[in-house]
């Protein structure tokens, strides 16, 4: 297990390629915004984190572990991690405090839910207004 969170923390990480089992499941229990409530099957959480990352201003440069909790279930972990980076167009910094919790099975990660600050993205990349007022619109 201690090998696949540290392998899913890795600046290169690239939408656990060879970590997700085929039929994984990704969720965004929190709203972050630009992200879908979940992703299905190893496929769509790679062409989709690749969509996300590819399509935001946001550069992460590193994935900093706070720690890492073993439970009573020997399938499962949670990971407290930072995320940090820079906004390309301003060179802004940014910091996103991030928790995973980690269903391993067989070398394979078979589900994640993944809380993150999406709020704090939103304010961090200038989008909270346009953000707000989306939500209002949807109320």
């Known amino acids: 297990m201690f090998r696949v969170s540290a392998q899913l923390r890795a600046p290169t990480h690239t939408a656990g ?3 997700y089992a085929t039929d994984a499941v990704h969720e965004f229990p929190f709203f972050f915004p630009g992200m879908p409530e979940r992703y299905a099957g190893r ?8 969509a996300a990352w590819g399509a935001s201003p946001a550069q992460p440069q590193e994935i900093h572990e706070v720690a890492v909790h073993q439970s009573t279930d020997p399938e499962v972990i949670t990971v407290e991690q930072v995320v940090t980076g820079t906004i390309a167009p301003t060179g802004r910094p940014f910091t996103v405090p991030g ?3 980690i ?5 394979r990660i078979v589900h ?10 939103a304010h961090t990349m200038g989008r909270l207004t346009a953000l707000a007022a989306r939500l209002e619109g949807s109320a």
């Open 17 to 19: 390629e060879p970590l």
């Open 43 to 50: 496929e769509e959480v790679r062409t989709g984190y690749r």
């Open 99 to 101: 928790l995973l919790v």
């Open 103 to 107: 269903r391993i099975r067989d070398g």
């Open 112 to 121: 994640v839910r993944d809380y993150m600050d999406g709020l704090g993205v």
